[in-house]
């Protein structure tokens, strides 16, 4: 089966770094995406891995490790806007479309 | 303005009614989708299409209805409400099945439907 696990929520520290776990199980997996998602409103990109490794993108960043069926997510220096939820995305099974897990509710605090 | 754009933005109807939901892009990307979101439950595929007149099921397609007779629109009707099809509705386009590398998919802003 498929399947993808996030905690449902954390809680962090503006300023601080907080690193949200993301674990797959799949069969035909072609990559894994994440999106922020602010209330009431609609996902955006935020990132995709198809190889091991780490991606950088400014103050996010996103690792993938294919063997483990594990990403993670790291966001540093947080600001209060970070306060969402964040998706984790596989391409599973083999028609090989995008699998969403129940996201993470992440809260900033001052 | 070029975009993806879904109507209504909210939407109340009774059990047992036809809804058409709406999602209109501008970018002629190829592949369109529908999602539902439902709390404790992220976001769950409907059906979607690559191309038009070319659609298929996704993870949960029973009680819905799409079309795509032009590749700009994407239409999902729900045939006869039911309180279970309660939900938030996103509509999402992209020229590749999983997304852009880059960009991923582009996402409506969502349909809220309530079914009483």
């Known amino acids: 089966g498929q399947n993808i696990d996030q905690p449902t929520e954390m809680t962090a520290t503006e300023g601080a770094i907080v690193q949200i776990n993301c674990t797959y199980q799949t069969s035909g997996f072609n990559g894994l995406f994440w999106y922020q998602q602010h209330a009431g409103e609609a996902p955006t990109f935020l990132s995709y891995n198809v190889l091991d490794g780490l991606e950088e993108k400014g103050r996010f960043s996103s690792f993938l490790s294919r063997s483990k069926g594990y990403s993670y997510l790291l966001l540093k220096e947080l600001q209060m806007k970070d306060s969402a939820s964040y998706l984790c995305?596989?391409?599973?099974?083999?028609?090989?479309?995008?699998?969403f897990g129940a996201g993470t509710r992440l809260a900033v605090h001052p | 303005d070029a975009g993806i754009t879904q109507s209504p933005r909210y939407k109340i109807t009774e059990t047992g009614r036809q809804v058409t939901l709406m999602c209109h892009q501008t970018?002629?990307?190829?592949?369109m989708f529908w999602y539902r979101q439902d709390l404790g439950h992220g976001l769950r595929l409907i059906y979607y299409s690559a191309a038009a007149d070319i659609t298929d099921k996704g993870e949960v397609p029973d009680g819905y209805v799409v079309s795509r007779s032009k590749t700009e629109n994407f239409p999902l009707t729900l045939e006869s409400a039911t309180r279970s099809q309660t939900s938030v509705y996103f509509c999402?386009?992209?020229?590749?099945?999983?997304?852009?590398?880059?960009?991923?998919?582009?996402f409506g802003s969502g349909t809220r439907l309530t079914v009483v």
């Open positions: 970018w002629s990307h190829s592949y």
């Open positions: 999402a386009s992209s020229e590749s099945i999983l997304g852009d590398v880059n960009y991923g998919y582009t």
């Open positions: 995305a596989a391409a599973s099974g083999g028609y090989n479309k995008l699998i």
